[in-house]
């Protein structure tokens, strides 16, 4: 028995390690060519003077411009409770040279560039002659919580949907502190002067919402009101009963 215990712990092992080393030869390698040169959702905006610019939708993905002067190499990750690191999944990259030259990403790697994917994270690193532009690409992210990793140091920019803002303290939460608002014509825009390390953290709410907000607290007000008057008249209604009866009835029965 007891062998036949062992046998079956191995075997459990190894199947375990052949699944971790199927998954790492499964999810590493290139980034397909298609998804890089997608078609972006909206225009990069690559005349941005921030070192990290992220410009937020009402629909499920955002975009973002970083600066990789000085950068030979970006590692993009995300941060999970239980699963560890996690590769950072984008589509529609693109390369802007210093001479103003935007690359798709089947161009970006004709230039000596890789966008390479493991379990752990997504790289992206630069070329010779290729160092000193911008990366720009789409994620997935929703406006009502938006996170991202300080992949890069320097001056941030997230720019909120039309109609969404910040200001409500209970709905709206900004992280780190240190931060400006701005507006920039029917948007908010969150800056930014130095960020170093951590997460930059926006969570946001569209501004018809707060009605929703106010109708929801209202009703469990009225709620605990009614709950708490239906409770005392049973109550009331049990020590008349008790009275009936005969029974004593304290102050401290309450």
Do not use: K
Not at 51 to 71: I, M, P, R
Not at 121 to 128: A, Q
Not at 174 to 193: K, L
């Amino acid at each position: 028995m007891n062998r036949r215990f062992a046998l079956a712990v191995a075997v459990v092992a190894l199947l375990a390690v052949s699944a971790g080393c199927l998954t790492y030869v499964n999810d590493g390698g290139d980034v397909a060519n298609a998804t890089l040169d997608a078609d972006p959702p909206r225009e990069y905006d690559f005349a941005t003077d921030r070192d990290a610019a992220f410009t937020l939708s009402t629909g499920t993905q955002y975009t973002a411009v970083y600066n990789v002067s000085g950068v030979e190499e970006l590692r993009l990750y995300r941060q999970t409770p239980y699963a560890g690191d996690q590769p950072l999944e984008f589509e529609a990259f693109r390369y802007r040279t210093t001479d103003g030259e935007v690359l798709n990403g089947t161009e970006f790697r004709a230039r000596g560039g890789e966008v390479d994917r493991t379990p752990d994270e997504t790289w992206i690193r630069f070329g010779d002659g290729l160092g000193g532009g911008q990366v720009a690409f789409s994620a997935t992210g929703s406006p009502r919580r938006f996170s991202t990793l300080t992949y890069v140091e320097g001056s941030y920019a997230v720019t909120l949907p039309p109609g969404f803002s910040t200001e409500f303290p209970v709905v709206g939460h900004i992280s780190p502190r240190g931060y400006d608002v701005e507006t920039v014509g029917d948007r908010d825009r969150i800056v930014w002067e130095d960020v170093t390390s951590g997460s930059v953290v926006v969570q946001s709410y569209r501004e018809t919402d707060l009605l929703v907000f106010g109708v929801i607290l209202a009703v469990a007000i009225l709620a605990a009101i009614v709950g708490t008057v239906y409770f005392r008249r049973q109550l009331e209604a049990l020590r008349e009963r008790r009275r009936e009866m005969g029974l004593g009835v304290y102050e401290d029965d309450e």
